[in-house]
């Protein structure tokens, strides 16, 4: 498979657990991005990294979300001290660099999130 | 801060009538792009518009780029059921080129047989 993959699918925890999502990205993509998305709206934008390196983090996440991408390769999405507001899909998806500096988004299945 | 605007949220049509859903940005955007979402599966791109005035067609799908670069369109012509589902328009801002993309809220087309 060589598309983007994302684990878990479904995730049930309680209130005040952490979690965590992985994200492999399609192998020579060297870009990686998090999005979230609820029901009836569009993905929000969380985080992206070129390589290993994180370059924009959005200011409506909160200290609880950290994500990370340590050898520029998969990518994990961590929550901690869930609330039930984080009930969400959690969308990856990966992009090349391109000569026009244009990101074409391929998305993982995502991973669905429900906070008890 | 960069803000995309989608009309409107919800279309119903019927079968073989054509569907229209217009896209706004706060800002300049060096390139739009559209995604379809099937109900329960994941945004798929469909097309990219880098040119102002840009106009490009896939089969009964016709995509707009504004002069200004800060709204698109989406014109389907004599829908089908397989046009079910929702529809993003997303945009990089012009001084954030090579950046993120952010996403209008969708518009959800479903089509009566």
């Known amino acids: 498979d060589t598309g983007v993959s994302q684990d878990p699918r479904h995730k049930i925890t309680k209130r005040g657990q952490n979690v965590t999502f992985r994200c492999d990205p399609i192998?020579?993509?060297?870009?990686l991005y998090w999005y979230r998305q609820t029901l009836g709206q569009g993905p929000e934008f969380l985080t992206y990294?070129?390589?290993?390196?994180?370059?924009?983090k959005s200011r409506l996440l909160s200290d609880r979300f950290s994500a990370e991408r340590p050898k520029g390769s998969f990518s994990t999405l961590e929550i901690q001290r869930t609330e039930q507001g984080d009930s969400a899909m959690y969308l990856c998806?990966?992009?090349?660099?391109?000569?026009?500096?244009?990101?074409?988004?391929?998305f993982g299945a995502g991973s669905r999130l429900t906070v008890l | 801060g960069q803000q995309v605007m989608q009309i409107p949220q919800y279309q119903h049509v019927q079968e073989g009538e054509d569907f229209t859903t217009y896209c706004n940005s706060s800002?300049?955007?060096?390139?739009i792009q559209w995604y379809k979402q099937r109900p329960g599966g994941h945004p798929v791109f469909l097309i990219q518009?880098?040119?102002?005035?840009e106009v490009k067609k896939q089969k009964r799908l016709t995509f707009q780029f504004g002069e200004a670069k800060k709204n698109s369109s989406l014109h389907i012509t004599a829908t089908q059921t397989t046009d079910v589902g929702t529809y993003f328009c997303a945009g990089e801002a012009i001084y954030n080129q090579g950046g993120k993309l952010i996403f209008g809220q969708g518009t959800e087309l479903s089509v009566k047989p």
């Open positions: 192998s020579e993509h060297n870009r």
């Open positions: 518009l880098v040119k102002s005035g």
């Open positions: 800002t300049t955007l060096s390139n």
């Open positions: 998806a990966s992009s090349s660099d391109s000569y026009s500096g244009a990101n074409v988004l391929t």
């Open positions: 990294f070129q390589n290993e390196a994180q370059l924009e």
